[in-house]
């Protein structure tokens, strides 16, 4: 699985889009982009999934480059409930089902 | 649905002492994992199974023994503890197969080896 590098932290104020980049310049053709995120002692959530399209649920949206090299996670109108610390994951189709963690964002919302 | 929920939520070890991590599913994953989480990093795979009857490695294995009975049930247990193994672990099952397939943790077990 190709390796992502986000920025170690990021600060956003409450009501404000958060948008938290991440690097994904090895990503092969088969290979998605997933985000997961962690609130403080608790087991991580999963956000969102994507391939090369633009994707959007109820919780965020992901913008993908179109070479792929890059994407990026929107939170529209932040929370002070959104703090945690948010990976970025690059999984192919032939890896085993288990998630490579990096170090993730620590995205702090500001009241 | 309860998901996947894990026992104890806290606990203290002394150096050498054996116990069991449990976690248990109400989903029917097949597949279940068990992470460790580090103070500042992220999580690292232990042991996984993709099915009753069936375990395999991960990435930091040592220290460690599963096995898998049943489809809802997935014990860690540590052989004989050591203060590197004080950390939080979670327990995931997993929906679906392939790429898509989507993780759900359990709470943690917040552990400490004294």
């Known amino acids: 699985d190709a390796k992502t590098t986000q920025p170690p932290s990021m600060d956003c104020a409450e009501g404000r889009a958060a948008n938290l980049p991440c690097n994904h310049s090895?990503?092969?053709?088969?290979?998605?982009v997933y985000w997961y995120r962690q609130i403080h002692s608790q087991g991580p959530q999963y956000i969102i999934h994507?391939?090369?399209n633009n994707e959007t649920n109820e919780m965020a949206s992901l913008i993908i480059t179109e070479d792929r090299k890059s994407s990026t996670l929107i939170l529209p109108h932040a929370t002070l409930r959104d703090t945690a610390v948010y990976y970025c994951?690059?999984?192919?189709?032939?890896?085993?089902?288990?998630?490579?963690f990096g170090s993730g964002t620590q995205l702090t919302v500001l009241p | 649905n309860a998901g996947v929920t894990q026992t104890p939520k806290f606990q203290v070890l002394k150096t050498g002492q054996s116990m069991t991590l449990q976690c248990a599913q109400d989903m029917n994953h097949e597949y279940m994992s068990w992470y460790r989480q580090d103070p500042g990093m992220g999580l690292r795979l232990i042991h996984y199974?993709?099915?009753?009857?069936?375990?395999d490695q991960g990435e930091v294995p040592n220290g460690y023994n599963v096995s898998r009975s049943t489809t809802e049930d997935f014990p860690l247990r540590l052989l004989s503890a050591a203060p590197s193994q004080t950390s939080v672990y979670f327990c995931?099952?997993?929906?679906?197969?392939?790429?898509?397939?989507?993780?759900?943790f359990g709470p943690g077990t917040r552990l400490t080896v004294l």
């Open positions: 199974s993709v099915g009753a009857g069936i375990t």
């Open positions: 994951i690059v999984r192919g189709s032939g890896s085993a089902r288990q998630l490579t």
């Open positions: 090895t990503i092969s053709g088969n290979e998605y």
């Open positions: 995931a099952s997993i929906s679906g197969t392939g790429v898509l397939s989507e993780q759900f």
């Open positions: 994507g391939l090369k």
